[in-house]
């Protein structure tokens, strides 16, 4: 049964941005990393250095939208 988003748990967290990620992603209850992306074209296009290492590090599937 899918539980409705305003009956999920909200946390707030200090720390360095790619851990504090990688670690909430290493939660028994996480199911999958949602991270924006910047509009900004560049070398690689919209893909920053943490947005790769976040999706080559997480023990769950990333969706960048």
């Known amino acids: 049964m899918l539980e409705s988003l305003a009956d999920q748990e909200i946390q707030v967290v200090k720390g360095?941005?790619?851990e504090v990620l990688l670690e909430a992603a290493q939660r028994p209850l996480a199911d999958a990393l949602i991270i924006g992306r910047s509009p900004q074209q560049g070398l690689l296009g919209r893909k920053r250095d943490l947005?790769?290492?976040?999706?080559?590090d997480s023990p769950v599937p990333v969706l960048s939208v």
């Open 16 to 18: 360095h941005v790619e």
């Open 51 to 56: 947005t790769y290492r976040l999706i080559r």
